[in-house]
């Protein structure tokens, strides 16, 4: 059923029984078209309604590279609650609409956040390929989306559940909207975001005297500034206190200290894992998990691809950090996989003076293990796994390929 006016909608909302009834009774409360939601006052023209205010972050969340949009709109004499360092806390009706573009503009999904006092309500709109409407979903999608422009973008579109799962209350439902993230200027204007809305009374407090620190703010600074702004925004929502079971706390006013030679739950089969290992990337749980797509990929949803620009900026600050030299690993050429015949493989690095130990029989290299010096060629389907040593060094983790020989 059309609605009149969805933000008065969202508003009554927060005392519906609608909203307590389910997935299957939530989204009869969202209209199944964006255009109908009337959260734009032009459609086309993407212009909000009154109200709804855009804003911009410090340190976005990785979403794939995308490019953002944000908008949120307080309901009628609603206040959000200050603090400098803690989250905010906003009002129930509360809403929150994050647009997610391609480079070209072509638009992907716009995802629709009501605050009910609660919990959090989520509604995710895909757009058409055309970009004249985007339609809502009953449930998490992972799709392929190709615009007029001819580009095509793998894109995960999240359930309400997933929307829970990260806004949860123990992270204060709403992520993003702090001190640290708005505390800027936005392009095309004169004040800051923060110091705006408190000229617009959105808080519960006159910040105007109070001023603001200019280094409490997310993605300034070197690299332990960087990793720390990374951790906040992508890690902080479950690890912290109260949240996952972890032993590290990922929240911006935490040290990082606390990660270095922190132990991990799960060490991915590493001897010596930490959540950071210093000065050895390849021990460090949380670059790994940062570099992966499989079940322990990090963040673990609403992506699926790795940030690469970020994982390396990480490894660059764990080789920064104090500590024994470390080899790194072997490189097994070719790459494991299924051959119709004998197969010939080298062991390479990029050390000349290490020495490059391995197995076929599934062990962990040893110092005794048999030492590379020429190609092998199998016949027979086997496991390679070698490790590099150096003395004065810590040895590699091990590499590993299987090759299935096929006749």
């Known amino acids: 059923m059309r609605t009149r006016d969805v933000l008065l909608l969202f508003a009554v909302l927060t005392s519906s029984p609608l909203t307590r009834a389910g997935p299957d009774k939530l989204f009869q409360c969202f209209t199944s078209k964006l255009s109908e939601t009337e959260l734009f006052s032009d459609f086309p ?78 509604a995710s709109y895909r757009w058409r390929a055309d970009q004249s409407d985007a339609d809502l979903l009953a449930t998490n999608l992972l799709g392929s989306i190709s615009a007029n422009t001819g580009e095509v973008k793998h894109w995960y579109f999240p359930s309400p559940q997933d929307c829970r799962t990260c806004h949860n209350a123990n992270a204060g ?78 929240r911006f006013s935490r040290p990082l200290s606390r990660l270095i030679n922190a132990p991990v739950l799960f060490n991915e089969g590493l001897d010596n894992a930490h959540v950071v290992a210093p000065h050895d990337p390849w021990r ?34 764990i080789l920064s950090l104090p500590g024994p030299e470390v080899m790194a690993p072997p490189l097994i050429e070719p790459s494991g996989g299924e051959f119709s015949g004998p197969v010939t493989v080298k062991l390479l690095h990029s050390d000349p003076a290490a020495a490059i130990h391995f197995t076929t029989n599934g062990a962990p290299p040893g110092i005794k293990s048999p030492c590379y010096t020429e190609p092998l060629t199998f016949d027979q389907p086997v496991t390679l796994r070698a490790r590099a040593y150096r003395d004065g060094f810590i040895r590699s983790i091990p590499a590993q390929e299987t090759f299935i020989i096929s006749r």
């Open 45 to 122: 023209a993407q212009s909000p309604t009154a109200g709804l205010l855009p804003y911009d972050l410090n340190f976005p969340f990785w979403s794939d590279g995308a490019d953002k949009k944000r908008w949120m709109r307080l309901p009628t004499n609603g206040k959000i609650t200050y603090s400098s360092r803690a989250e905010w806390k906003f009002p129930a009706g509360s809403i929150f609409v994050k647009q997610f573009e391609l480079p070209s503009g072509a638009k992907l999904e716009t995802r629709v956040l009501l605050f009910t006092g609660t919990h959090v309500d989520g």
């Open 173 to 250: 439902f709403i992520l993003g909207i702090n001190t640290r993230q708005l505390n800027q200027i936005r392009n095309g204007e004169q004040q800051n975001q923060i110091m705006k809305w408190s000229s617009l009374h959105l808080f519960d407090e006159d910040l105007s005297a109070s001023g603001l620190d200019p280094e409490e703010r997310l993605g300034s600074g070197n690299l332990e500034h960087f990793v720390r702004s990374y951790l906040d925004v992508n890690c902080a929502f479950c690890h912290r206190e109260g949240g996952t079971v972890s032993y590290f706390d990922a």
């Open 284 to 317: 460090s749980i949380f670059l790994t998990r940062l570099k992966t797509m499989d079940g322990l990929k990090m963040p673990p949803l609403a992506h699926v691809k790795t940030d690469t620009n970020a994982a390396t900026l990480v490894e660059q600050w």
